[in-house]
C-alpha cells in the first residue's frame, strides 16, 4: 500500500524560501501524477501545483514563477521549492497521488482534489509578515 510522507515545512519570514518533500513508500509513484494542496485556517484545501506521469508542469497563478514543482522516480519522490513567500502561502500543504493515469493530463483535471486517491498527513508552513 502506497503511502506518503511530506517534510521541510516550517516557519519562515515573508521574502523567505522552503522546500517541501514527499516521499512514497509502497509500489513505484512513476505512472502516476502527484500534485501539491495546501489550506489555510478556515479555507478550502486548493490546488498549488501538479506534475503528471509525462512530466507535464501545472501551477495555480498564485505561485507562478514562485514555487517549482519536480520528481525523482527513482527516489520516489516529490519536491516543491518555494521562493518568495508571503503571507498568503501560510496553510498546511499536502500531497497527493493519483491512480494509475495516461501519461498526460490536462491542469482541470490534476487541479481537482478528486482524482488523488492517496494523500499524505500533510506539513505546516506559516510565513511571518
Known amino acids: 500500500q502506497v503511502q506518503l510522507a511530506e517534510s521541510g515545512g516550517g516557519l519562515v519570514q515573508a521574502g523567505g524560501s522552503l522546500r517541501l518533500s514527499c516521499a512514497a513508500s509502497?509500489?513505484?509513484?512513476?505512472?502516476?501524477?502527484v500534485g501539491w494542496f495546501r489550506q489555510a485556517p478556515g479555507k478550502e484545501r486548493e490546488f498549488v501545483a501538479a506534475?503528471?506521469?509525462?512530466?507535464?508542469?501545472y501551477y495555480t497563478d498564485s505561485v507562478k514563477g514562485r514555487f517549482t514543482i519536480s520528481r525523482d522516480n527513482a527516489k520516489k519522490m516529490v519536491s516543491l521549492q518555494m521562493n518568495t513567500l508571503n503571507s498568503d502561502d501560510t496553510g498546511v500543504y499536502y500531497c497527493?497521488?493519483?491512480?494509475?493515469?495516461?501519461?498526460?493530463?490536462?491542469?482541470?483535471?490534476?487541479?481537482?482534489?478528486?482524482?488523488?486517491?492517496?494523500w499524505g498527513q500533510g506539513t505546516q508552513v506559516t510565513v511571518s509578515s
Open positions: 509502497g509500489r513505484t509513484f512513476s505512472d502516476t501524477a
Open positions: 506534475i503528471s506521469r509525462g512530466g507535464e508542469i
Open positions: 497527493a497521488r493519483t491512480p494509475r493515469i495516461a501519461y498526460y493530463a490536462s491542469y482541470d483535471y490534476l487541479s481537482s482534489p478528486k482524482v488523488y486517491d492517496v
